[in-house]
């Protein structure tokens, strides 16, 4: 009857692997996307449980004094959270000319050493970030970014390394993804292991298109690098789809929901962003409008990591909505019952 019973019990974990994401007992890992710190001092996401959480930095970060204090601030915090990192590196800021400027491979992995050096307890990272934007310089060179890969696999060998990740937007706005994958992974003469993807267009449009084309694409696993619903923006793209706050919390539940059970190959979604800084951002996709208050879509991840079995921390914060269930409501013995201070018998 023992060895039966732990037949049985190896049978269940055995099954337990094979479920789809999306499924109870198997989820994908959420994290949230913002170089901003309000998050870390945020009950209303401490309260959710959240281990991993995004950055998105320059590759020569360590050299601008400005983004070099910034980063300083987000890694402590993220640290004193007790979250991990994901570090994304980008060009550098400046006009068009100075985005598209890459640097040599040499430059690059010195920068990535130096990097390793001051922050060695940081293990993940991504190569470049939507290498196939044409504002990227990357977009027409590949073979560069396949060396930055290489070099960052060589430099630490025990760290998570996604490839570059991808933008889904069509053609008219970055080169089409499938071709400039097949044209890294020729370079590189290896598969990767993990890809980054910032599915944004597939997602707001509620389709699976462009999320399957990366997968029938590549063989490794699939961070949602950077993704989730619109509420507003005005960043001169002219790839269209709806927007609102309402629209937003669809989105997302597709993406934690539908996208996600699409293959047990795609591991991680880090929705950006967690606030809104004003009513005139020129992108909103935060959880946490400018005014400060939640949007229905944080109410679609409480509610989806509590199903998932990642119980909020109510004393924390009781705003998630498992949490206001269990807030007492006024009653006989309240403070307006009958027995309160402002009742009959009370002071």
């Known amino acids: 009857m023992r060895r039966r019973r732990l037949i049985l019990a190896a049978l269940c974990v055995a099954c337990a692997l094979l479920l789809p994401a999306g499924i109870a007992g198997a989820h994908v890992l959420v994290g949230i996307g913002d170089n901003k710190t309000e998050l870390f001092s945020d009950p209303r996401f401490l309260a959710l449980g959240i281990t991993q959480v995004r950055d998105d930095v320059p590759w020569d ?31 550098q800021g400046g006009s068009v000319r100075t985005q598209r400027k890459l640097p040599s491979v040499k430059q690059f992995s010195k920068a ?40 960052l696999r060589r430099d630490c060998p025990r760290c998570t390394i996604l490839a570059s990740d991808l933008l889904d937007v069509p053609k008219i706005e970055a080169v089409p993804m499938v071709s400039w994958v097949h044209a890294f992974i020729h370079y590189a003469h290896v598969q990767p292991e993990y ?27 699939i961070w949602f690098a950077e993704t989730g619903g619109i509420v507003r923006r005005n960043n001169a793209s002219k790839v269209g ?24 190959r795609i591991q991680r979604v880090y929705l950006y962003e967690w606030n809104a800084q004003t009513a005139h951002d020129t992108w909103d996709s935060a959880l946490i409008s400018w005014t400060g208050a939640p949007r229905p879509a944080y109410d679609v991840l409480a509610n ?3 199903a998932w079995g ?8 009781d705003l998630p909505p498992a949490c206001v269930s269990l807030v007492p409501s006024p009653g006989s013995t309240g403070s307006t019952g009958s027995t309160g201070p402002t009742a009959s018998t009370g002071s």
């Open 61 to 91: 970060v360590l050299q601008i004094p400005y983004e070099r204090v910034a980063l300083a601030r987000w890694l402590a915090d993220a640290q004193a959270d007790g979250l991990t990192p994901l570090i994304t590196f980008d060009h």
């Open 112 to 151: 990535f050493q130096a990097f390793r050096a001051r922050y060695p307890w940081v293990t993940q990272f991504e190569t470049w970030d939507e290498a196939n934007f044409y504002l990227e310089g990357t977009s027409t060179d590949p073979q560069r970014a396949a060396q930055y890969y290489l070099a």
């Open 195 to 221: 890809w980054g993807l910032n599915n944004y267009f597939g997602a707001n449009r509620l389709e699976t298109t462009t999320t399957r084309q990366l997968l029938h694409a590549v063989k490794g696993k």
């Open 241 to 264: 789809f709806k927007q609102g706050a309402a629209h937003a919390a669809t989105v997302d539940r597709f993406i934690l929901h539908k996208l996600v059970a699409l293959s047990p």
């Open 304 to 306: 989806t990591l509590d």
């Open 310 to 317: 990642i119980t909020p921390d109510c004393s924390i914060s």
